[in-house]
T-cell receptor, first 111, second 113 residues
Framework: QQKVQQSPESLTVSEGAMASLNCTFSDGTSNNFRWYRQHSAKGLEVLVS????GEKEEGRFTAHLNRANLHVSLHIREPQPSDSAVYLCAVSASNTNKVVFGTGTRLQVLP | GPKVLQIPSHQIIDMGQMVTLNCDPV?????FYWYKQILGQQMEFLVNFYNGKVMEKSKLFKDQFSVERPDGSYFTLKIQPTALEDSAVYFCASSFLGKDTQYFGPGTRLLVL
């Protein structure tokens, strides 16, 4: 069964400093990766999707995927206080549409 | 981005009663999902529904759970009867194709007393 772990559990950065979040997964056949964020009491907002090794940028959000290392990361350039939220890694294996979510990283961006 | 709506936003119900959670998915989407998130825990997949059928379900999708989308109206999750451990936030999601981005609603907070 797919296990998706995120680190760190929480992260505090100053406005403008790069924020880096990590996600490891256990199923090497996984081929569908997304980063979402969840503001308190709200639904999920999709940030970036990545399907092959390398880098994918969407605005200030960049995902890096290394499937051999079972690792996908998210980098947030010039984070702002409004980026404070819980960030979730979402992984699907090749033979399923089921999404397994990670444990989440709570990001706080200080002004 | 595309909007998924969920009704109601909150529901309080006595254990043993039936509850129906409603989801209004993105209009042209074909795949529908329910996820469950207990306070402070990971969001977990419950069920995937396509073309009138359950395609995949997890162990959390107990026999007391059912889903349907009659005539293209709301996509619903029914729990009958409810149990205390059903208290959670239930998120609906939809996607156009199975591997496409899933768009999530704001959730329904269910409290079973």
């Amino acid at each position: 069964q797919q296990k998706v772990q995120q680190s760190p559990e929480s992260l505090t950065v100053s406005e403008g400093a790069m924020a880096s979040l990590n996600c490891t997964f256990s199923d090497g056949t996984s081929n569908n990766f997304r980063w979402y964020r969840q503001h308190s009491a709200k639904g999920l907002e999709v940030l970036v999707s990545i399907f092959s090794d390398g880098e994918k940028e969407e605005g200030r959000f960049t995902a890096h995927l290394n499937r051999a290392n079972l690792h996908v990361s998210l980098h947030i350039r010039e984070p702002q206080p409004s980026d404070s939220a819980v960030y979730l890694c979402a992984v699907s294996a090749s033979n399923t549409n089921k999404v397994v979510f990670g444990t989440g990283t709570r990001l706080q961006v200080l002004p | 981005g595309p909007k998924v709506l969920q009704i109601p936003s909150h529901q309080i119900i006595d254990m043993g009663q039936m509850v129906t959670l409603n989801c209004d998915p993105v209009s042209n989407h074909l795949y529908f999902y329910w996820y469950k998130q207990i306070l402070g825990q990971q969001m977990e997949f419950l069920v995937n529904f396509y073309n009138g059928k359950v395609m995949e379900k997890s162990k959390l999708f107990k026999d007391q759970f059912s889903v349907e989308r009659p005539d293209g109206s709301y996509f619903t999750l029914k729990i009958q009867p409810t149990a205390l451990e059903d208290s959670a936030v239930y998120f609906c999601a939809s996607s156009f194709l199975g591997k496409d981005t899933q768009y999530f609603g704001p959730g329904t907070r269910l409290l079973v007393l």
